[in-house]
């Protein structure tokens, strides 16, 4: 079974430019999460969906964040622009069934802002 | 103020010894408590999950154990492998979405 896929893994770009990092979620998992995560806070929960609608955006840092989740197998996570201190690792996970179940994580987008 | 504190931060053992991490809580309300293992430069995954009622959970060579009246939590790890060097996460769930995450433990085993 395929897990939950992220891309790109790395990720190096210049202050100020657009990055748009995207997930596509294990198959039949009706939530979605992203996380970001640091050295320094550990892992924290950005936003996450169910059925593909937003529930609660209240972890997105700035208004520089934004998340989509136009279908089912697709979400994307983008910042704009990007700063040097949003550099940290951001992960997707998907699950079912949101209390009961374990979620699935992706391998991370490592992200560099210079 | 919902935390979640794990220790030790850092632990170093010989292959074959057996280990103890420590997760205590203040996440209220408290609807289950997981731990997850997370490889250098992987996501992390799904050890066990344990709900209010239960206070043990097996996955193989990890244990969890869980005190709800204390608000703590500890992962036994038997017989450690080279391959269990990793990070352990300790997450309670608060309900809903409000899952609050430890800082981890990083555990290295040494040959």
């Known amino acids: 079974d395929a897990g939950v896929i992220q891309s790109p893994r790395h990720e190096v770009t210049e202050m100020g430019q657009e990055v748009t990092l995207r997930c596509k979620p294990i198959?039949?998992?009706?939530?979605l999460f992203w996380y970001r995560q640091t050295m320094m806070r550990g892992l924290e929960l950005l936003i996450y969906?169910?059925?593909?609608?937003?529930?609660?955006d209240s972890g997105m840092p700035e208004d520089r964040f934004s998340a989509k989740m136009p279908n089912a197998s697709f979400s994307t996570l983008k910042i704009q622009p990007s700063e040097p201190r949003d550099s940290a690792v951001y992960f997707c996970?998907?699950?079912?069934?949101?209390?009961?179940?374990?979620?699935?994580f992706g391998d991370g987008t490592r992200l560099s802002i210079l | 103020k919902n935390q979640v504190e794990q220790s030790p931060q850092s632990l170093i053992i010989l292959e074959g010894k057996n280990c103890t991490l420590q997760?205590?809580?203040?996440?209220?309300?408290?609807?289950?408590l997981r731990w997850y293992k997370q490889d250098t430069g992987r996501g992390p995954v799904s050890l066990t999950i344990?709900?209010?009622?239960?206070n043990t959970k097996s996955n193989g060579r990890y244990t969890a154990t869980l005190d709800a009246d204390t608000k703590q939590s500890s992962l036994h790890i038997t017989a450690s492998q080279l391959s269990d060097s990793a990070s352990y996460i300790c997450?309670?769930?608060?309900?809903?979405?409000?899952?609050?995450f430890g800082t981890g433990t990083r555990l290295k085993v040494l040959a």
């Open positions: 344990m709900t209010f009622s239960e």
């Open positions: 996970a998907s699950s079912l069934r949101l209390l009961k179940k374990a979620q699935h």
């Open positions: 198959s039949g998992h009706d939530y």
């Open positions: 969906f169910n059925n593909n609608v937003p529930i609660d």
């Open positions: 997760c205590n809580y203040t996440v209220s309300p408290f609807s289950n």
């Open positions: 997450v309670v769930n608060g309900g809903t979405y409000k899952y609050i």
